[in-house]
């Protein structure tokens, strides 16, 4: 069981209103954590809410779209008044993928804004305050995207990638203060956003982790940082880590295809 006395006793979760973001939600809510939820969709937003009050906890919501200009003031405004002691950046997407030169570089910006920009800014917002206090978690969405380059969605890979590395460098420098940084690296998660994309979960080999079991695994090894990987997919982060890279992005792109149905 997590534990509260250090992590809590609010819980920020961006990214909070279904998939691996609502079963963050219900397990830190059976916890006993408080939460505030972001997302963009107001109606599932609410309804994650309203499950895990069932917990007996308070829950505030936030709808709002973090690539707009004052999602962060809103944030700090809506969290001003009490103590959060874990934040879990579960927001990053592939908001726009798109073969690179033929795309629109602003969509390849906000797939940017999204994945990196308002990672750095909340972390840093509520990095600081658990610093100051000598103790919280900081959980960022990592993914096996990640670790190589891919087609149609080579900003997206790339600002995983990023994640990566400024996870670890963050965990070194929180570490001392008694504020625990991880990554949790996601393979094939069967969420709702995976299945309305029309993904095919049955290829050969391909490893499919449940929602459920990805909050789950992830708050288990929150102190395990600065890089988790989840799914049993430790072995298929450190092939793709590997050389002669022609060889492993293009075994890595068929797969993916695969998974697309291309």
């Given amino acids: 069981m997590i534990d509260i006395a250090k992590y809590g006793p609010w819980a920020v979760i961006a990214g ?16 006993g954590f408080n939460l505030v939820l972001i997302a963009r969709k107001p109606g599932p937003l609410e309804e994650t809410a309203d499950k895990v009050r069932s917990h007996g ?3 505030r919501t936030l709808a709002l779209d973090l690539l707009a200009t004052d999602a962060v003031d809103r944030i700090r405004t809506a969290t ?5 002691g874990l934040l879990i950046f579960n927001a990053g997407a592939n908001s726009y993928g798109h073969e690179f030169v033929t795309g629109d570089l602003a969509g390849f910006a906000g797939v940017i804004d999204l994945n990196i920009t308002r990672q750095l800014e909340l972390s840093h917002h509520f990095g600081a305050l658990m610093r100051d206090r000598g103790r919280g978690g900081i959980m960022l969405l990592g993914s096996l995207a990640g670790y190589m380059g891919s087609e149609h969605q080579s900003i997206y890979a790339a600002s995983k990638a990023f994640s990566r590395v400024f996870a670890e460098s963050l965990w070194l420098e929180l570490a001392p203060f008694g504020v625990d940084v991880v990554e949790l690296v996601l393979g094939v998660t069967r969420t709702p956003a995976m ?4 993904l095919n979960f049955d290829v050969p080999g391909m490893i499919v982790q449940e929602p459920e079991d990805a909050a789950r695994e992830g708050l288990e090894h929150l102190a395990d940082g600065p890089v988790w990987v989840a799914g049993g997919n430790y072995v298929g982060a450190q092939k793709r880590s590997g050389f002669p890279r022609d060889k492993m992005v ?6 993916m295809r695969k998974l697309m149905n291309r």
């Fill in 80 to 84: 001003a008044d009490v103590e959060v």
């Fill in 16 to 31: 909070g209103s279904e998939g691996v973001g609502s079963a963050f939600a219900d397990e830190l809510a059976s916890a």
């Fill in 250 to 255: 293009k075994g890595a792109a068929e797969m």
């Fill in 57 to 59: 906890v308070e829950v």
């Fill in 195 to 198: 299945i309305r994309a029309g």
